[in-house]
């Protein structure tokens, strides 16, 4: 199994930047693919962005293309989520999670890591 850690959420202004991490330990993380999801108080988990094992396939919900970038260093076991430009409708738990195949439905996920709190304010 693999165990995920998230790390770098916070409060920060609209417009403001946050980098989310997720470092991973017990199994390489190069074996999984890993997707970001984010929920919100009294919404479902939903799906933010994908990277394949290698990083060459990546997927990005519609609402945060051009401003969230996915990435992964699997030397350092560890997958990235850079997030610009944010508004406070990205207030949201943000979750990484792991599975052997890519999938933008997290009930697919077999690995997830505790979440990380993301506020932005107005």
């Known amino acids: 199994q693999v165990q995920l850690v998230e790390s770098g959420g916070g409060l920060v202004q609209a417009g403001g930047s946050l980098r989310l991490s997720c470092a991973a330990s017990?199994?390489?993380?190069?074996?999984?693919?890993m997707g970001w999801f984010r929920q919100a108080p009294g919404k479902e988990r939903e799906f933010v962005a994908v990277i394949s094992r290698s990083g060459s396939s990546i997927f990005y919900k519609d609402s945060v293309k051009g401003r969230f970038t996915i990435s992964r260093d699997n030397a350092k076991n560890t997958v990235y989520l850079q997030m610009n430009s944010l508004k406070p409708e990205d207030t949201a738990v943000y979750y990484c999670a792991g599975d052997p195949n890519i999938y933008t439905d997290s009930r697919e996920y077999d690995y997830w890591g505790q979440g990380t709190q993301v506020t932005v304010s107005s």
């Open positions: 017990g199994r390489t993380l190069s074996n999984y693919v």
